[in-house]
Nanobody, 124 residues
Framework: QVQLVESGGGLVQPGGSLRLSCTTS????????IGWFRQAPGKEREGVSC????????YYADSLKGRFTISRDNAKNTVYLQMNSLKPEDTAVYYC?????????????????WGKGTLVTVSS
């Protein structure tokens, strides 16, 4: 069955970096867009970044451009989220999700499978 498993979360000081991994199984990663989302305490889940299959076009939330980088390694069935210059407001549970399409649809409704999340805490 389709599975997405996030890893790499943890506690990091402000200004630090983390790399999250989304390991997938049960489908051919090459054919689908994959997105990262996050949900901070008391807030709604929001989109972070997404990468298409094929030409691997990438998309980022405006507030995160320049600090976060998404990439994919189809041979390893894994999508990564490199997070630099982390701030306390980046504290959240980070989820990866599979698009129902080869591209990123731009909405959470276009994602058909979700991982369980990994917690990122940015604090001194």
């Amino acid at each position: 069955q389709v599975q997405l498993v996030e890893s790499g979360g943890g506690l990091v000081q402000p200004g630090g970096s983390l790399r999250l991994s989304c390991t997938t199984s049960g489908f051919t990663l090459d054919y689908y867009g994959i997105g990262w989302f996050r949900q901070a305490p008391g807030k709604e889940r929001e989109g972070v970044s997404c990468v298409d299959s094929g030409d691997r076009s990438t998309y980022y939330a405006d507030s995160l451009k320049g600090r976060f980088t998404i990439s994919r390694d189809n041979a390893k069935n894994t999508v990564y989220l490199q997070m630099n210059s982390l701030k306390p407001e980046d504290t959240a549970v980070y989820y990866c999700a599979k698009s129902a399409y080869y591209y990123c649809s731009g909405s959470q409704g276009g994602m058909d499978y979700w991982g369980k999340g990994t917690l990122v805490t940015v604090s001194s």
